[in-house]
Nanobody, 114 residues
Framework: QVQLVESGGGLVRAGGSLRLSCAAS????????MAWYRQAPGKERELIAR????????AYEDPVKGRFIISRDNAKNTVYLQMDKLEPEDTAVYYC???????WGQGTLVTVSL
């Protein structure tokens, strides 16, 4: 089973950028579809971006479409989330996971200030 460690979160002003990383252990990473999720305070966790095994196909939910880019490096067992034009509404704990869902990591907190 893939174990996941997210990193790269922090405090950023609105309009800024962050790049999140998710390092995976286990031999099945390259065989797994991957996704990024987020959970804002007081809200349910939501899917925001997905990527195919090779990285050739990606998909985004409307709140992040055109601002976030998901990518992966199978040689490094890592999936990334480039986040541009950040808005206060993007404040959340961000998680990666496999599709179908596996064990959740600890997440990384992103805080966007005005």
């Amino acid at each position: 089973q893939v174990q996941l460690v997210e990193s790269g979160g922090g405090l950023v002003r609105a309009g800024g950028s962050l790049r999140l990383s998710c390092a995976a252990s286990g031999s099945s990473f390259s065989a797994s579809f991957m996704a990024w999720y987020r959970q804002a305070p007081g809200k349910e966790r939501e899917l925001i971006a997905r990527i195919s095994r090779s990285g050739a196909v990606t998909a985004y939910e409307d709140p992040v479409k055109g601002r976030f880019i998901i990518s992966r490096d199978n040689a490094k067992n890592t999936v990334y989330l480039q986040m541009d034009k950040l808005e206060p509404e993007d404040t959340a704990v961000y998680y990666c996971n496999t599709i179908p869902l596996g064990v959740w990591g600890q997440g990384t907190l992103v805080t966007v200030s005005l």
